[in-house]
């Protein structure tokens, strides 16, 4: 067996199962059933107010938008914050959490802005490693500080193999005192489903990584917590104003379809790439490193020369948010430094590639574009 095989066997129960095409339709179908309950007499065609309407101390189209978005995800509530996926879970921590409170959290290195944000409240971290249900299970018995679980659905690491909803059952069964905040961002729209339609009481992700605007999170979870929330975001200058909200949600429609034709093309990708398309590859596999996407590993230490000519021939080499709605040419550029920490190698050897809304077919002739002018040289 081959290196690639080990790899992608040792990979295998990280990659998260995202949306079948159809599946993903459904999907759009439900959310565009909730609009129609919503908006009524060409309603939907007003783009949407601004300032703090005095039902909601919001704008009203943004509080319409959220009714929307909480009945497609079938969540009592929904907040739009500003922050995108890092200020929804600033805020829905600083709701639940006062400065120097305690959370249990993944023995992984945490993603970087949530990282800031613990440091900001001072929260301190009871680590556990979620991979391991028995030690998670002595934790929830023996912790008596913690007020919230904080769980990340996409891979902290390569490692990581834990089922989410799995997860969360234990937590509620075991401790249905302490709520769970799940970080939704690179899964929402993707995977079947989200933290809470798996019984977590909070989701938290960005609109941004969904074709929408920049800078609006969503926060989905119990009515009596997103209600505090907006009473504490009394603030004018604070709202998501009508308008944008309203062009979330014309963005949040075609995400599902558009990310389910996205994943076709990264599980092909990989299937053509190991079947020797491109000479010099040795081997390619799929993770969860943030999105979902294909780490390519070269024969020889070619990685930072591919990545330089791949800007050449049309592929983005550096992220946007990444899957924005800027983001639509492929992108070849390099490996997440968790990845790095277990596989150093990869640093010299390895890009990863994202298809964004392009096929296979033309990452594939970038890759050979590139390695054919690395060859001349």
Known sequence: MGKGQDINRRFAGSVLENMSL???????????????KEFQNNEFFQIGDVGLHPEHQRPLMTARIERV???TFGAEA?????????????????????????????????????????????????SVDLNDQSALLKVLEQDAYSKVVYVQHSRQQPGDMYDLKEIISIIK???????IVVDDNYCAMKTKHIGTQYGADFSAFSGFKLLGPQGIGIILGSNETIQRLHERNYSGGGQVQ????????RSLVFAPVMIAIQNEQVEELCKRLNNGEVQGIKDAYITNSQ??????????????????????????????????RYELVPMIYRVSGSFLESMPELKLHGVRVNP?????????????????????G
Do not use: W
Not at 173 to 179: A, C, I, S, T
Not at 242 to 249: D, T
Not at 356 to 376: C, F, G, H, W
């Open 69 to 71: 978005l909480a009945g």
């Open 291 to 324: 999105s979902k996407n294909v780490i390519v590993e070269f024969e020889q230490p070619i990685a930072q020369k591919v990545i330089q000519l791949a800007s050449k021939y049309g592929a983005a080499t550096y992220p946007v948010g990444a899957e924005s």
């Open 356 to 376: 964004m809304k392009s096929s296979a077919k033309t990452v594939i002739q970038i890759l050979l574009n590139a390695i054919e002018e690395i060859s001349r």
């Open 173 to 179: 069964e075991k401790r249905p005192d302490l709520p």
């Open 22 to 36: 159809e599946e993903a339709k459904e999907l759009q179908f439900r959310m565009m059933d909730e609009v129609t």
């Open 78 to 126: 929904c907040a739009l914050v500003r922050g995108s996926g890092t200020g929804a879970i600033r805020i829905i921590l600083s709701t639940l959490l006062e400065p120097g409170d305690q959370c249990i959290v993944h023995s992984a290195p945490m993603y970087t802005t949530t990282k800031e944000t613990f440091r900001l409240m001072g929260l301190k971290q009871n």
């Open 242 to 249: 009508g308008f944008e909200a309203h062009e979330l949600l």
